[in-house]
Each structure stands twice: as C-alpha cells, then as structure tokens.
C-alpha cells in the first residue's frame, strides 16, 4: 500500500522524517500548562494552571499571504514561520490576550523535509518570543495542488483575558493619545503591490540597493519577519491602562486603528513623530504611489499602536523602550470621525 501511495506522489517516509526533524523545535516552545506530547490527535493545555478566575478565551488564524513567493524565489524559509505566528498572535494580543497555545499547518505539492524543518524552525522561534507553545500542526503533501518548491502555511493561536482585563476599545476617549510601536518592516501584508512593484521595475531580489539597505539585499529586507509585540505589551497592559490595541496589517492606518474606536470617534496622526522606515520609501518612489495612499495599504513603520491617557504614555514608552522597542506617541483620538494624517 505505501508503494501505491509513493506512486501516487506522496511520500509516507518524508513524513516520518518530517516529524523527526521537528520534534526539538516543538519540544523548545513548551511552557507551563501544556499537557501530552507531539503527535497525539491533540494538542491540549491546563487552564487550571493559570489561576484565572474568569479565563476569556481568544482566538486568531491567519496566514503569509503571498510573502511566501519572495521566499520561494530568494530559497529561504527559516523566517517565513516567524511571520506566521506574529499574524496571529499580535492580533488575540489587540484583545489583551497572553497566547498559549499555537498550531500550523503545512502544505506542499512534495515534501521535502528540510524545507518544513526550517519552517517549523521558525515558527518555533516565534512562539518562543510569544511565549506560546507548539502543540501541534498538520504537514500535508498534496501532489498536483502546489508547484515544485512551492507550499503554503497558515496558524491558529489561543490566547487568555481576565474577563475584567478584556480590552475591547469601550474605554477609548477622545484626547486619549496613541502610542506607536515601530515595525521592522512590511511584515507580512501588501506583498502582491511588493511584487509587483520588483516586477514592473525590474528589480533584483539578490541587489543590494543602498537607499534602502546599505548591506542587505531586497529580497531580505522584503522578508525581514514580523515583529512579535507580546511580551512588552502585556507588560504595558500590566502597568499602565490602556484603552485600545490596533495591530497594524493590511488596510494601513486607515482601516486598522478605527477599529478600537467608537461611533462618533477619529484619529488624528501627525506624520514625522516617528521613523517611517527606508523600504516604504522605496516601494513608495518605485511604484509610484501617492503618499497618502501608502497609509492605506501599508504599516509604514508603526506595526501596532496603543490607546491611553497622555498621564500613561511615558511610563509606557519606557517599557516598551526596555525591550528594544522604539515607540513614540504618534497622535490622538478625536471626536471628528475618520483618520486625519498632517
């Protein structure tokens, strides 16, 4: 039967050396609560091993989108798992939510082992910097789907809230100011503009261009991963009140800080309090994009933006400034509707 199956294209012995290879990164996610081992039906958590009194459950699924091809074309995929968890866990983490628990899925034309070894190997790395476990996954191989090198990935994650401590943008006010945290890039939305971009100007992912990287390559600032917001954030939550959380993904600024506001409310940002990072320049020259259109599509060097008091800002910048981050108030929430950027 497995002769069949190998006839038909899919490997079962690619699949046990799949799991071979990534039992260590799984095992180095683990982390208090998580009951059973790889390769069980299941993976299962102790909730009871939090002592949350009120445990609200959060929940997130997302994929890479078609960052994915610049992985393809440039053979590099030990990044491409970071994104994948930072997709989902930054936005159970809008909520005020601590991710526990994260699961892949894998799916390629052919397996080939040590391509999934280094997916795993990031995903692995971003639950570690999220402080999630990796209880599980699926690796499919489905012959035909897919072309020769090609596979696609996508995660779901499961956060806890104290009910109490639940943020749902209900607190927000206008005069409350917006924190932004810096990005470390694109992340991982907009790339079919990316491509197309490189595309239509003939563009090198193997070229250094210096105005945008004086050492690295397009391809690699391209696939620069997402920046994982958990561990300082929740600390800022800890310490200070914050009011509302925005991941920054696809739709920009436009479509993604509204989404903690209440009727009634706006944001007005004023453009130059923080660093809008050389890539969007690039992307912006190259493809010749209105400025303003570039906040509509793109995170533009803010990959998460918090609501609170202007009494709270400090103590929460410098937080977050202890953990590497940069981040600046960026503007405010106002009672005129929509998103005003001078």
């Not at 930054?90 to 894998?106: K, M, R, S, T, W």
């Not at 072309?147 to 990935?153: F, H, M, S, V």
């Not at 250094?208 to 390559?217: G, I, S």
């Not at 259109?293 to 990959?303: A, C, K, L, S, T």
């Amino acid at each position: 039967m497995a002769a069949d199956y190998e006839k038909a294209g899919v490997s079962l012995e690619a699949g046990y050396d799949v799991v071979r290879r990534i039992k260590k990164h799984v095992a180095s996610t683990s982390r208090p609560g998580v009951m059973g081992n790889i390769g069980s039906f299941g993976g299962m958590f102790d909730l009871s091993s939090l002592g949350v009194r009120e445990p609200v459950l959060v929940s997130g699924t997302d994929g890479v989108g078609t960052k994915l091809k610049l992985a393809f074309a440039m053979d590099k995929h030990d990044t491409i798992g970071i994104d994948a968890v930072a997709m989902c866990v930054n936005d159970v983490l809008a909520q005020g939510a601590e991710p526990l628990i994260f699961l892949d899925y894998i799916a390629q034309g052919k397996t080939r082992p040590e391509v999934v070894e280094a997916i795993v190997s990031g995903v692995a790395e971003g639950c570690r910097q999220a402080g999630c476990a990796l209880v599980g996954g699926e690796t499919a191989e489905m012959p035909g789907m897919y072309a020769d090198g090609e596979y696609d990935i996508a995660g779901y994650t499961t956060g806890v809230v104290e009910k109490s401590r639940l943020i749902d943008g209900s607190k927000v006010k206008a005069g409350d100011v917006l924190v932004g945290i810096a990005s470390t890039g694109i992340h991982s939305n907009g790339f079919s503009l990316v491509r197309k971009i490189i595309s239509d100007n003939g563009l090198d992912l193997f070229k250094v261009y210096p105005e945008l990287d004086p050492v690295r390559p397009l391809g690699e600032v391209a696939l620069t991963p997402t920046r994982i917001y958990v561990k300082q954030v929740l600390e800022v939550i800890r310490s200070c009140d914050v009011h509302g959380v925005a991941h920054i993904t696809g739709g920009g600024f436009d479509e993604n800080i509204p989404r903690i506001l209440r009727e009634g409310q706006g944001i007005a940002v004023r453009e130059g309090s923080w660093e809008i990072l050389p890539v969007f320049r690039f992307l912006e020259k190259h493809g010749r994009i209105p400025h303003r259109e570039m906040f509509n599509i793109f995170n533009m060097g803010v990959g998460m933006v918090l609501a609170m008091d202007a009494s709270e800002a400090d103590r929460a910048i410098g937080i977050l400034s202890s953990y590497g981050d940069k981040a600046t108030v960026i503007g405010e929430v106002t009672s005129n509707p929509g998103v005003e950027i001078s």
